[in-house]
């Protein structure tokens, strides 16, 4: 059984940068896609990046589209977010996420398009 786990997250200053990873630990690569959300305090939960894996395209929010890059890394079986130019308004809790089942609405960003959730990794941007 699949149980997703991120890692990377921490306390940045404005303007720096972080990579968060999304490792499976019983990864058996029958994903269709992973996803990176967001949830800031008092906010619901943000789309913000998607890569697929038959063609590995890539999505991103208008929020982040420039400055965030998703990466994936088959042999370690582990996907990446790369976040640069941070800002506090990044400040959230991450999850990864990972769509196995083609009986759910696909739409990269969208929530309900998932069936596996990480526990979420905190990102604080703050001087």
């Known amino acids: 059984q699949s149980q997703l786990v991120e890692s990377g997250g921490g306390l940045v200053q404005p303007g720096g940068s972080l990579r968060l990873s999304c490792a499976d630990s019983g990864f058996t690569l029958d994903y269709y896609a992973v996803g990176w959300f967001r949830q800031a305090p008092g906010k619901g939960r943000e789309g913000i990046s998607c890569i697929t894996r038959s063609d590995g395209a890539t999505y991103y929010a208008n929020s982040v589209k420039g400055r965030f890059t998703i990466s994936r890394d088959n042999a370690k079986n582990t996907v990446y977010l790369q976040m640069n130019s941070l800002n506090p308004e990044d400040t959230a809790v991450y999850y990864c996420?990972?769509?196995?089942?083609?009986?759910?609405?696909?739409?990269?960003?969208?929530?309900?398009?998932?069936?596996?959730w990480g526990q979420g990794t905190q990102v604080t941007v703050s001087s």
């Open positions: 996420a990972v769509r196995r089942s083609r009986s759910r609405i696909w739409s990269p960003l969208l929530e309900s398009s998932y069936d596996y």
